[in-house]
């Protein structure tokens, strides 16, 4: 069983930036494969990065692409979604995950889930 918390979220302007962070704990981190989902209101859950176990797989959606970094350090049992150039579009609930099938960006694909941590981007 894994547990999973994401902070960091909150109110940012448009062009500002944010780092949000998911701490697991219950499980054995380094052997789980994390990604970065989100949620607007209305809207189907939508892929945003993912990460290998490794740290050397690396994926992006388009939308965020150059703008979104993903990072994880497994002695801390965190994972890390720094996100700059932030856009209106960007509000969301972020979601992370975890899953032992490898760095995918199917939701379907993780076994695990945080509770959500809120990000609104103004202006």
């Known amino acids: 069983q894994v547990q999973l918390v994401e902070s960091g979220g909150g109110l940012v302007q448009a062009g500002g930036s944010l780092r949000l962070s998911c701490a697991a704990s219950?499980?054995?981190?380094?052997?789980?494969?994390m990604g970065w989902f989100r949620q607007a209101p209305g809207k189907e859950r939508e892929f945003v990065a993912t990460i290998s176990w490794s740290g050397g797989g690396l994926y992006y959606a388009d939308s965020v692409k150059g703008r979104f970094t993903i990072s994880r350090d497994n002695a801390k049992n965190t994972v890390f979604l720094q996100m700059n150039s932030m856009k209106p579009e960007d509000t969301a609930v972020y979601y992370c995950a975890a899953g032992v099938r490898g760095a995918r960006a199917q939701s379907g694909a993780y076994d695990y889930w945080g509770q959500g941590t809120q990000v609104t981007v103004s202006s």
């Open positions: 219950g499980g054995t981190f380094s052997s789980y494969a």
